[in-house]
């Protein structure tokens, strides 16, 4: 299994631009979500999924847009990319917390490193 | 609301010292409480966890112990390694099953 997969892992993008962050998985998990991790702030989620078809908003949802076709797949978008953006995004997915039970863990991906100029 | 305090780093300690991270919580209900940890340019790796009070977690002479009584969630080590040099995050699975709060993040310092 290649785990939590996110591509790419660096970029940067000037003021207005749009992009999108690649997230995969391959254990069949139901939840996904991402996070960015900014200096002194830890981790705070930005939107998640609880299967395919379903997305939510996490903490910190302004400026990006997800989107959940399959099991597989949860890509980030960023409409008009704008320099407090700038920041490293983490994908994690783990099996479904509500029939998994108390006995979850988030596995995640290695990080995008995106720098908005 | 649910959320995650943890003490602020970086924490510098020689080799083979005795190692503390506090971490408390706010939630509502009965939440699942984890460490991860991170290791320079990678991602969040699961170091342990505990589902319900007086639970201790363990892994690689780390532990911790949910206690409900003081909300807390405090990660130990006996005697650190430079190894163990890494950002580590507490962490929470809400009540309701659908969303992970993390710490701010300890990053850890250890010189041979």
């Known amino acids: 299994n290649a785990g939590v997969t996110q591509t790419p892992k660096f970029q940067v993008l000037k003021t207005g631009q749009s992009m999108t962050l690649q997230c995969a998985q391959d254990m069949n998990h139901e939840y996904m979500s991402w996070y960015r991790q900014d200096p002194g702030m830890g981790l705070r989620l930005i939107h998640y999924?609880?299967?395919?078809?379903?997305?939510d908003q996490g903490e910190v949802p302004n400026g990006y847009n997800v989107s959940r076709s399959t099991t597989e797949d949860f890509p980030l978008r960023l409409l008009s990319a704008a320099p407090s953006q700038t920041s490293v995004y983490f994908c994690a997915s783990s099996p479904n917390p509500r029939t998994h039970g108390f006995y979850n863990e988030q596995f995640f991906g290695p990080g995008t490193r995106l720098t908005v100029l | 609301g649910n959320s995650v305090t943890q003490m602020e780093g970086p924490v510098t300690l020689s080799e083979e010292a005795f190692l503390t991270i506090n971490c408390t919580y706010t939630?509502?209900?009965?939440?699942?409480l984890f460490w991860y940890v991170q290791y320079p340019g990678e991602g969040l790796q699961l170091l342990l966890k505990a589902t319900k009070a007086d639970d201790k977690g363990s892994n690689k002479g780390f532990e911790a112990t949910y206690r409900k009584e003081t909300t807390s969630f405090h990660l130990e080590k006996g005697s650190v390694q430079v190894s163990d040099s890494a950002v580590y995050f507490c962490a929470l699975l809400s009540n309701n099953f659908n969303k992970f709060y993390f710490g701010s993040g300890t990053k850890l310092n250890v010189k041979p």
């Open positions: 939630a509502t209900g009965y939440p699942s």
């Open positions: 999924s609880v299967g395919a078809g379903i997305t």
